[in-house]
């Protein structure tokens, strides 16, 4: 079974600055999907970003990059220029890519604070 | 182009009553998804509905919980006999078609059994 693991259960960083978010995964499949998800205050889920497994390059959106180490089972988030929008908890997630297994797999969470 | 819709998105609920949550997708997407996030923890999948047929229900708890998704309106989570641990926040789901690669999540229902 897959398993994903965030090591960080809370994070903080100063407003402006860079923060890397940590995240491991297990599984015996060659292609997946991994997610990074923010859960602000309202407790929506809003998708931050995607990688395919297949895809080499890492993903990038505006402020937010991954650095995906397929070998090693790494999925880290990369907030740059930090704001205080971003404070929220960021939850790694992980999907099959093939057969019927349509469902995402979570880990627990790191909450990120942004401080002034 | 709505979203994901889900209500109530407050429930409050005695031991032993019966909880119904909604769940409306977005408009074209026939796949529903359920999820449970317990305090502090991430979500974890429940069940996984097409129109009118459950696909995986292994996440699903053996007894007091069903999902349905008719042909016609939203799909249903039912918790009957409701306990203080059944008190989570549920969140819904919904994709094109299987294996999109992205579901879109509804802002959840907080059910609160007292």
């Known amino acids: 079974a897959q398993t994903v693991t965030q090591s960080q259960p809370e994070m903080s960083v100063q407003e402006a600055e860079t923060v890397t978010l940590s995240c491991t995964y297990d599984t015996s499949e060659s292609d997946y999907y991994l997610f990074w998800y923010k859960q602000p205050p309202s407790r929506q889920m809003i998708l931050v970003i995607r990688?395919?497994?297949?895809?080499?390059q890492n993903a990038t959106e505006n402020r937010f990059s991954v650095n995906f180490q397929k070998a090693a089972k790494s999925f880290s988030l990369k907030i740059s220029d930090s704001q205080l929008g971003d404070a929220a908890m960021y939850f790694c997630a992980y999907r099959s890519a093939g057969g019927r297994d349509d469902k995402i797999i979570f880990g627990k969470g790191t909450r990120l604070h942004i401080l002034p | 182009n709505a979203g994901v819709m889900q209500n109530p998105r407050h429930l409050v609920r005695r031991r032993g009553q019966e909880a119904r949550l909604r769940c409306s997708p977005m408009?074209?997407?026939?796949?529903v998804y359920w999820y449970r996030q317990l305090p502090e923890e991430g979500l974890k999948f429940m069940v996984y509905?097409?129109?009118?047929?459950?696909?995986?229900e292994s996440g699903m708890p053996k007894e007091r919980f069903s999902a349905e998704f008719p042909k016609e309106g939203p799909s249903i989570l039912r918790i009957q006999q409701v306990v203080r641990g059944d008190s989570a926040a549920y969140f819904c789901?919904?994709?094109?078609?299987?294996?999109?690669?992205?579901?879109?999540f509804g802002p959840g229902t907080r059910l609160l059994v007292l």
């Open positions: 509905l097409q129109k009118e047929n459950i696909i995986d």
């Open positions: 789901a919904s994709s094109p078609r299987l294996l999109q690669e992205t579901q879109y």
């Open positions: 408009k074209g997407h026939s796949h």
């Open positions: 990688q395919e497994a297949y895809k080499q």
